[in-house]
């Protein structure tokens, strides 16, 4: 089924091109896994809002992990965000005494 006219009840999947040297290649997707110059790996999947949204999540290696991502969001223009995301040392008990 295409991006663009779902059926009724039918959550529509991401619809995405990717263009290489000038070409692009259309395709749908469930979710779209980025990966950033700095190696950070963020998703963009479909949000629970009728209005369209998408989710952008980075995921984690759990609560005790030694590091934590955050997204870095730098308006530009009207159209216009750029997008990073950073690597924070989590703080021990210990450490905020």
């Given amino acids: 089924m295409s991006a663009t006219n779902p059926t009724p ?6 619809h ?11 395709l749908d997707a469930e979710e779209i896994r980025v990966t950033l110059p700095n190696g ?3 998703n963009l999947y479909r949000g629970l809002d009728p209005s369209g949204s998408i ?3 980075i995921p984690i290696d759990g609560p005790d992990a030694d590091e934590f991502p955050v ?3 730098r308006p530009g ?3 216009l965000l750029r997008i990073n995301a950073e ?3 989590r703080s021990t008990v210990e450490e905020c005494t």
């Fill in 77 to 79: 223009a009207a159209n």
């Fill in 9 to 14: 009840g039918e959550s529509a999947p991401l």
């Fill in 87 to 89: 690597r924070h040392p």
């Fill in 55 to 57: 989710v952008a999540d």
């Fill in 16 to 26: 995405i091109e990717a263009i290489c040297e000038g070409v692009p290649t259309q």
């Fill in 71 to 73: 997204f870095v969001l």
């Fill in 40 to 42: 950070i790996v963020f």
